[in-house]
């Protein structure tokens, strides 16, 4: 999945020329491409903390997986409901040399606070799920006394919790600018008082929600677990 960084890569090493988002077809399939990777990734690891969990606080619970199936399609079926009433409300999708990258938009002032909860919901609801789930796992795993018999799947389970903090470090900067797009679209004008400085403005996005989210920053540190 990193390699749906590149252009925004060469974008920014080419002081935020375009590049391949000249193309507005290439702005649609970047676009629609990376947002599903996002939420997806978020998605699925939010599944595996809610499993781990499950499987450490009650160690006899029998895991349903059709059911985590049926979850997954219900979650892909959300992604594509929401694909196609973006048609329905004339979508469309440019590059914006400020955040060097292609984002989608649209007149319609009805599907934009759409999207804004929707994007709210698929990035913030597993977030928060995922942490209570971390938590709970992190209570138990680290206060329990394990047998010698048992210690090699108390340090798996131990890197499954580490490997789920590092996560949720990554992408908490892009949960936050998206609540608080949110809060300065809905409430102000675009771009109002939080994205008037140069930072926020120009940088914010592209740092957390392309470079340090959890494709990049996280597959970094991952080694080091």
Known sequence: TCI?????AFSLLDYRHPGAFSSEEFCCFWTILFEYLQ????????LMSVTR????????YQINRR??????LGFAFSLIFESGIRHVFGVFYMYIIDLAYSVKGSDNKIWSLFS?????????VPSIITFISFILSANKLFRQ?????????HRASVTIAIFTAVFM?????????????????ELYSYPGHIYSSKFMYSYSWVTSKVLFPGRNG?????PLL
């Not at 969990?53 to 006899?60: D, W």
């Not at 994007?119 to 913030?124: A, D, R, S, W």
Request: hydrophobic share 55%.
């Open 67 to 72: 059911a985590l199936i049926w979850v997954y």
């Open 145 to 153: 006394r394990v047998p010698p018999s048992k210690e090699l799947a």
């Open 4 to 8: 749906a960084h590149s252009p925004v």
């Open 53 to 60: 969990a499950l499987a450490i606080r009650i160690p006899f």
């Open 116 to 124: 804004n909860i929707i994007n709210t919901i698929n990035i913030g």
């Open 39 to 46: 939420v997806t990734s978020i998605f699925l690891v939010m």
């Open 169 to 185: 470090a990554c992408n908490i900067p892009f949960l936050g600018n998206t609540i608080l797009f949110v809060i300065s679209r």
């Open 218 to 222: 996280h597959s970094a540190l991952i």
